[in-house]
């Protein structure tokens, strides 16, 4: 049939590194217009810009339709993420700029496009994705913290919204004023200030970075550490082409093998006692 | 009798997942009336407020009554520290509140509510046990830095203090400017000070930051590390249903093999010895 | 042969204990001649220095002449790349000094000879090598940074170039500032600056902080160590004189043992069979 | 003997708990007077801590001849670091003090009185040996990090010497600048001060930061915690009375388990030889 065919054609071209190394080719030109728009640069070379801005668009939907055409399975297509993002992106890109706002909006999209990188490219996205994986074990370490500097902020913002309105005014405030002091940035100027009307003061800071940036930094290195031995760890598995071997595994295989031996033992006690038996 | 089928009543509530989200969501809506407090807001929504505060005070008595019927072992219940906690924020919370002193602990023992959170939900609850498991670890590194701490401030406070009255005036202020440079906030400021007057201090700084940032923050990261992944055995083993295997279990499985089949030779050599014997 | 004989004349020197001390003492002195000259000296003493310097360019032509006439395989002596880095240091330091230009070159090579120490202690080219090993694993992570950097800088500097043009100009000072804020060297001053005029870019930049400090941070952390353990474990195999063992081998070890006890099971019933078939 | 029965009361005292204990408040005591002595303090007060001080340096001089007699081999005695250290810290205290360079001694000494601490507790005097143990491990580290600082400091100091003589103007000079760059205290305003003159040396910047803070902090890092393992394994061998089980162990033992097996199915097969021969 005409339409298998085609979908067989696109699989092959999608397939071809050629064509990988070109979009991935295209993709950098076009992460290299959005910088060059940042510098100050003459008219005639911004037309080119513009030029190159909408044959790289228009490319992209030429490589997004190959790429869903040549798909066998038109629904899981979607059911990727970095599909849908992609799709999102050249979407965006293809909607007509009116005002400024949209304007915006379309320079946006197109910095982002450069995000298509990761999509192309399959250890990126690996990476990320083993990022993505540490996020649900970083989940309740995060909620801990989040109540920690909540609680500091609750407390800093009470007692020095009054010293210095613009650090501590309210808890939002203080919390980014929080955040501040875990960076270590000039938090000992913060700091000075509220000792002058609370000498005391000096234990809300140190106790604050006790919690947060010595504990709570080690508990966060802690968990990568180990979701990325993990990871290593699943993937020399996959290169070995079965499961890692554990100790319990092993013990399994040393019992298994007593109880043979056992069977082994009273079957030669029997022969023993079946040769001894006559005498 | 009535006593138990009330205890029985009340432990089913407790228990029940719908009542446990309903006291979660009274607990976030306490931590936002503590976050609106520190806004500048109109004073009928802070009448509202103050009625919700007692509503949520009233609350949190009916839900401590609760748990507490509920709970089979009176004893246990003021065994287990979190109950304390929660009791003594309860009962703070409903002391009459008469001169500004008390109001501000008042005001304290709100904020400290928001800590209810962490005992509510195990996974926050376990996270802060085996930090608190990692601290008797670090008594030993803390009291070598604490010693550190103590030797340097001494020394700069000697040499120091006609310099800079207000970084290295006595001991107690030494410390704390010895805890910034700890952090690098601003501590070439600190050096640049003294070297003008003693141009070799720059070591009294250097070997400063090498003894605590460097080698000391590391031993932390080493025992948090170690901490986080015996914990993390613990759970996995907990999981397994047994204690996991180590490699001196394995070895004594192998020994006991051996003496097996040591066994078994010997009864084979006896069979062996029997069999040939009448030839 | 007469070249044959100088050729393992060379090769002993080369291996000589004291001839590899004397080296090393003269990149010292060469080193100690750089440092020397930055200081300001006086006129006799400059040109005792430049006689040395003579002298150790004159030493550096003799040893490599020497390491490469003792080397058996002519060809295997430019593949190995410490060779090439030191031919290239001595030879750039005979070029005659013309003009200025070269002088400033002349005088950077002499500096890159303290890098010849790594070259002759087999140690730190050791500790090097397992730093350029980690960086292939490294090359995923910095290209994720860099896409990461490069969408930031692209936003940065399309809203915040009108306000502060030195930080914000174009992409490529837009990353510097970004490296700057990653390393949280006074981020809140830009944070501050920015915040005037658009209240929310706070999220800009703890956004950016979470990806790169935080998250990436920790990545490069647990693959340093990783290739550390690595590289530790090579050693130690090394050290044994075969290769490490492994649970995987346990197993098959194991599994190899069974086969022979069912050998002697089968075997040992076949033997009771027969004993009991007479009866 | 009279002096056997000295030595042994002396070792018993020496040994006893409260005698100890009792130490351990001595020389916290001595901390608090160097401490009190920093601060602004009455006549009558500083007369009481100069008596307190008299008496501290006596009681050291007994307890220090309690623990030489007590030794039962008087040379081991001062084979032990830390028991040199005690004599050292005592006998320098009783020098009688004649000028202030003499009286700046005495009182530095006093301050050193806190590290007896360590010398009398054995889990800090065993933490600051494990820190001890890893320096070797860290030598080339330091050396290559040290070859790292001294080429940038002669670049950084044959180039900027002229923009800034205070931070750049000798190679020593340059060195303190460059680790305050590693610290990243305020990097941003020494290299933004040369890349008015260098527009790009950034790269200078930022390759020196890339060198020493990340990758060889990450092996600091990774050694320490190899270093930490070590001993924590080492003392679990300890309490268990014997070396720790290894992998390489597991097979050894495994493949004497296996030669027996061998030997056994030989014996077998000779045995059911010897049963089917008569037939």
Redo the contacts between chains.
């Keep these: 049939m005409n339409s298998d065919s085609l979908q067989y054609q696109f699989n092959r071209i999608r397939s071809n590194k050629a064509f990988e190394a070109f979009v991935i080719f295209i993709i950098i030109t076009s992460?290299l217009l959005?910088?060059a728009k940042?510098?100050k640069i003459s008219d005639a070379l911004m037309s080119v810009i513009l030029w190159l801005d909408w044959f790289i668009t228009a490319f992209f939907i030429v490589e997004l339709s190959i790429r869903f055409i040549g798909e066998e399975n038109k629904r899981r297509f979607f059911l990727n993420g970095w599909n849908v993002f992609d799709t999102i992106i050249v979407l965006v890109s293809v909607i007509p700029i009116d005002n400024s706002e949209m304007a915006l909006l379309g320079?946006?999209v197109r910095?982002?496009r450069?995000?298509r990188?990761?999509s192309i490219?399959p250890?990126?996205r690996m990476?990320?994705d083993s990022?993505l994986k540490a996020l649900p074990q970083l989940g309740?370490?995060v909620?801990?913290m989040f109540?920690i500097f909540?609680?500091y902020?609750?407390?800093g913002?009470?007692f020095f919204?009054q010293i210095n309105e613009t650090l501590w005014?309210?808890?939002?405030i203080?919390m980014?004023t929080l955040?501040?002091i875990m960076?270590?940035?000039?938090?000992?100027d913060v700091m000075y200030e509220t000792m002058v009307v609370y000498p005391l003061s000096?234990t809300f800071y140190?106790t604050f970075?006790f919690f947060t940036a010595?504990?709570f930094?080690?508990?966060?290195?802690?968990?990568?550490?180990?979701v990325?031995?993990e990871e290593?760890e699943r993937m020399k598995a996959e290169e070995?082409g079965h499961e890692?071997?554990?100790?319990?595994?092993?013990?399994d295989?040393?019992?298994?093998?007593?109880a043979?031996?056992?069977?082994?033992?009273s079957?030669?006690?029997?022969?023993?006692n079946?040769?001894?038996k006559?005498?």
């Design positions: 992460a959005i910088g940042t510098y320079r946006l910095v982002f450069v995000l990188m990761v490219i250890e990126l990476l990320l990022l309740y370490v909620a801990l109540i909540y609680i902020a609750a407390i913002s009470m919204a005014g309210d808890i939002s203080a980014l955040f501040r960076t270590f940035e000039d938090w000992t000096w140190l970075i010595f504990a930094l080690n508990m966060v290195i802690g968990i990568v550490v180990r990325l031995d290593n070995l890692p071997c554990t100790l319990d595994k092993l013990r295989e040393i019992q298994a093998l007593k043979e031996i056992r069977q082994l033992n079957n030669s006690d029997y022969s023993t079946k040769n001894s006559p005498e």
